[in-house]
């Protein structure tokens, strides 16, 4: 008779040749098999598959699903000289990610490939000090985000005295002195303008000191004074003068949100945090994802080969759904061929290689984050898309829209009779007026509380 292992060996044979090498190692692995050679052989067989296909996918970034075959292929075989080869090159695979994350400023990316890294206990500390350095350019981004170039210049010559065989530290040192030079000239003309009352001049230098430093609180206060006296008047030369956006009394009107009778196209701004990042916000129930470009159509714009609409990301209830435009959508490593319901935690791609992180961590709201996964950018140029529903909550709690570690409290962004406002527990400041925990926002409002600043520009 024909023995009961034969049949189990032969039925992992069959897997492995059809490509399904998990059931196949889920077979082989049985401890009543082991002691068969004709079992401990295709054990090997399948395990050197495993260590190749896990060298074939951190070549593609997907790293997690090839540190899974290379922990099937120890079960089966040990860590073979097979493993051991194949386990080097996917961690040096990782390494190089790292850096490429480095290089797109995705520095949430990178300490959470550096995690996955460190819990295959690699122990020649390259880790430690790769997370120093990525601590010390997130460091730098953020000084200069703000116009201190000099103590970003020191933060990088530290990371640099760490990994000096890193490129993108000197090139980031190179272009904020650039930036460190400019800065300085236009800071000087905006003093002189301010000094002299020229609020025009103000507004241009002002503007191109932001461009530079988009977090400059001194930039930031001269343009808000330069619009205070003198408006918003950029002249077309076919179109002549636009019209103030200001009411009589010198103040900018509240933020009025559409509603669902008329249905124009959704507002979305970019919310800027001192100190933690820039946000677009987008108000429409749903949006489209899409290449960025002159005349682009999309809500959502990345800067990436893809259609100018690729996909339509859509809410109901509370719930999303995401519902491909073109072929070339993709969830869990399979085509999308229709609506696809998301739930936090989920990624998708787009095109070639373009990845998304869906998050709605706050179970109280139906509002939701996108996070680019992969090395591509948002255009604007900004952290993470919010798409806010009734309400957007800001502050330090890891399941807020927006961590901000460094606050005391939350700040929320709530939708009322067609406005846009704002509410803390303590007295805050909106456009230079305290006003006791709550008030509403305008196209250009900056808040600020005991322990946190932000801004609000509108991008149409």
Known sequence: MFPAWRYKLREAQLATVQGRLEEAGRLLSDPELRQFLPVQQQQQNVAGLLSKRAMQRGTSGEFSQAFKDLDSSELLAGQSTAWQAAHQVVIDLAFASVVKHLEASDFTGAMNRLDAIAKRKVVDGKVNTLREVVRRLESAQKMASRGKFALADEQLAA?????????????????????????????????????????????????????????????????????????????????????????????LPPLQLPTTADKPKQPRMVLWIDAVGGYLVCMGEEVIIGQAGPGSAADIAIQADL????????????????????????????????????????????GAGVRLRFRKPHVLSASARLELVSYHRFQPLCDAVLLMAESCVLGPKWQNHVVCRDWAQDLVL??????????????????????????????????????FSLSIEPIG
């Open 307 to 350: 259609s100018r609409r690729h996909a339509r990301l859509r809410r109901e209830g509370e719930g999303y759904v995401l519902e491909p435009l073109v072929r070339g959508v993709k969830f869990d490593g399979k085509p999308v061929q229709g609506p696809t319901l998301l739930s936090d935690g989920d990624e998708f791609e787009l």
């Open 159 to 251: 990371a640099a005295a760490l990994r000096k065989d890193l490129p993108l530290i000197g090139k980031a040192r190179d272009l904020y002195k650039e930036k460190g030079e400019r800065s300085r000239v236009l800071t000087e003309l905006m003093h002189r303008a301010m000094a002299a009352s020229a609020w025009s001049d103000v507004l241009v230098h002002a503007t191109g000191l932001l461009e530079l430093s988009p977090q400059c609180p001194l930039a930031r206060d001269a343009r808000k004074r330069a619009w205070a006296a003198v408006g918003e008047k950029f002249v077309d030369s076919s179109a002549g003068e636009a019209p103030s956006p200001y009411t009589k009394d010198g103040d």
């Open 414 to 451: 709530y939708r009322q009779d067609g406005r846009l406002l704002c509410r803390a527990m303590e007295s805050i400041e909106i456009d230079g007026k305290l006003c006791d925990g709550r008030g509403p926002l305008t196209t250009r409002s900056r808040v600020v509380g005991s322990d």
